[in-house]
């Protein structure tokens, strides 16, 4: 049987998951091409969801989060769609954001914790809808050894004390594995205790991966393909060059 998770439960993961995901400012990246607001924190491209015991901890601790209001039908078939103990919420934006009071999604973002077919947590996946507009997910290779750490501890703790949570992300992580397979793609992974995994397409092996794996996608393929992006989105770029590694 799932077990309640709680504010205090909530706490405790906001405690133990502070880590920067990287020592660069990847939202400084994708906002040029997004009316300077970064991607994730952007609810017309992603919603965050939250567990009402965490919606409750959040509305203690700040006026930072309300309930998500659907701008259009997508918006609001997403929401009609959620588990009746998860709420959408929004922010006041990444101008004000508050890193003590950031949801575990906006924590773990763009990152879930993948599980192969026989129910073992090998790392962390990424939301592939995300990676035509994620800056990170296309270099993955700078996210810290710390993030990683802090994220496998946190996800293991919601696991032993709700395991509807837990069937979510296995069950996430096999359509992961039906997408890739559709595509014939290898899906790369951080894996739990760093450097990089990949899962291959139809027979689901495990093989070892490097940086050179991790596939850039849309305007983040290279630093000309990034330039012409944001000066069609009327954006500037940014001082720090994005493309590393």
Known sequence: MTQNMRPTDF??????????????????????LNNGQPVCCDTTHAIPVVDKPEFAL????????????????????????????????????????????????????PFYPYFDRKGELLG???????????WLMSNMQVVERDFIKEFIAAYEYVFERDTG?????KDHSANHRRVATRNNQPIVLIARDGGFIKIMPRTHEVRPATERDIVKTG???????????????????????????
């Open 219 to 245: 305007p983040y393929k290279n630093p000309r393909a990034y330039a012409k992006a944001v000066k069609e989105a009327g954006g500037e770029l940014p001082a720090q060059s994005p493309f590393i590694g």
């Open 58 to 109: 959040l509305k203690s601790r700040t006026d930072l989060w309300t309930r998500f209001k659907p701008h259009d039908a997508t918006a609001r078939n997403i929401v009609s769609g959620l588990h009746k103990d998860c709420v959408a919420v929004e922010c006041k934006g990444a101008r004000f954001c508050e890193r003590d009071n950031r949801t575990l999604a906006c924590r773990a973002f």
């Open 165 to 169: 949570e837990l069937q979510a992300m």
């Open 124 to 134: 962390l996946g990424t939301y592939w809808i995300f990676a035509d507009r994620c």
């Open 11 to 32: 706490k405790a993961i906001y405690d133990r998951f502070q880590a920067n995901v990287s020592r660069f400012d990847c939202g400084r990246f994708c906002a040029p």
